[in-house]
């Protein structure tokens, strides 16, 4: 008797830890840098940056979250051709090396400890978008500066972590496959003649007409007259009554 209690209740603990679990965000491992990304999956961290874009929330450990914002923001920095410029150019294109941008962007994000920005919403759209929010790497570094010049921070959410998101390009390809299949059904036949109506297709408009009779054969109707003459002129002459003479 004890066994099944034990039994039952493991089943029931099973059941709780998954429903749990769907609950819970994706894992992020606080390694920093390379491995952080290495760690997360790219697809995975992005996912998480566009749930914190859409909803203005976080679910994650905000060490661990740091780390993964710290690498995504290199990425977006470098994607820009200033960072392959020459040290000079980048002094005259941008007030300062590159490295030099890098890091005082960085430090700024890093500085966070007792959680994001309350921007950290907005960090995540430029972040996922960069290049086609900014033409260029000093206006990038600038919007980026603003919003990490606060001082107000998120706390991290108890509300359920939303469901997996479905791209929208998906969405579309779904909407688009329904009116193919409506157009794939069958179709009842319109052209059967029904009730002495028929309906005749045209290329330009739909026309309802009654069917036509087929024409009667004149000859065999002259030769059923004159045989119907025969009959009545005989039975009139034997209709005539005779007279004794």
């Not at 603990?13 to 606080?30: G, L």
């Not at 040290?87 to 007030?95: A, D, K, T, W």
């Not at 950290?120 to 990038?140: D, G, T």
Request: with cysteine; proline share 7%; net charge negative.
């Amino acid at each position: 008797m004890a066994s099944n209690d034990i039994s039952e209740h493991s089943t029931i603990s099973s059941n709780d830890a998954d429903h749990h679990h769907d609950d819970m965000p994706p894992n992020v491992e606080n390694q920093g840098g390379t491995e952080c990304k290495r760690e997360t999956g790219e697809e995975e961290a992005r996912t998480i940056l566009e749930v914190i874009a859409s909803t203005g929330k976080f679910w994650h450990d905000w060490e661990k979250l740091k780390s993964l914002l710290s690498f995504q923001l290199k990425q977006a920095l470098s994607d820009y051709p200033e960072a392959e410029m020459s040290s000079e150019q980048q002094s005259s294109s941008l007030g300062e090396t590159y490295p030099e941008l890098v890091k005082r962007l960085d430090e700024a994000l890093l500085s966070f400890v007792e959680g994001p920005p309350f921007t950290l919403q907005r960090i995540c759209e430029i972040l996922l978008n960069a290049r086609s929010i900014y033409p260029n790497l000093s206006k990038l570094a600038l919007a980026l500066e603003k919003n990490l010049l606060v001082t107000s921070t998120l706390t991290i959410s108890a509300d359920p972590y939303p469901p997996k998101m479905v791209p929208e390009s998906e969405e579309i390809d779904k909407r688009n496959e329904e009116p193919r299949e409506r157009a794939s059904e069958p179709q009842p036949n319109s052209n059967l003649v029904q009730n002495g109506v028929e309906r005749v297709i045209d290329d330009k408009d739909d026309v309802m007409t009654e069917a036509e009779p087929e024409p009667a054969d004149v000859d065999n109707m002259t030769i059923d007259m004159e045989s119907f003459e025969e009959i009545v002129g005989s039975s009139e002459s034997n209709s005539v009554p005779t007279t004794d003479s």
